[in-house]
């Protein structure tokens, strides 16, 4: 088994995600875990009073220290922004959210609506039933 090493501590339950994420897209094993589990400002906020341990493989220390310190200049940046195309239009978003209400609407109606009126139904046929005697 090999040694495991901790790369940096940080506060942030979602800093430490991000910094996981980097180094796995680079083939780096890590392994995020809180110092103190029962922290009240884990479970409510993602912060931990004594942080978060972002722990790698010994072997993969310095790879993992590069990748971590690496800057990316403005044209760089600019290029990932454009792959990632963070300015796409939310209209399409919208479009989905408004579909998937009107199905929960439509669902709901299903649900309650039948089965309240099938009871209704009863009711007013045995409520018929008595002014037909």
Known sequence: MEDKKVLM???DMNEANIIKARLESFGIPTVVLTKSP?????VYMNKSISGYDVIIRESDYVEAKNIIDM???EEELNHIIDALNLQEDDSEHKAMFDR???FMV???IFVFGIPILF???TQL?????????
């Not at 029962?38 to 884990?42: F, L, N, S, V």
């Not at 045995?126 to 037909?132: G, H, K, P, R």
């Open 125 to 133: 046929h045995m409520f018929a039933e008595l002014f037909t005697k």
């Open 9 to 11: 501590t940080v506060s």
């Open 71 to 73: 800057q990316y200049n």
């Open 106 to 108: 439509w669902i709901l």
């Open 100 to 102: 998937r209400k009107k």
């Open 119 to 121: 009871y209704l139904f």
């Open 38 to 42: 029962g922290d009240a400002g884990h």
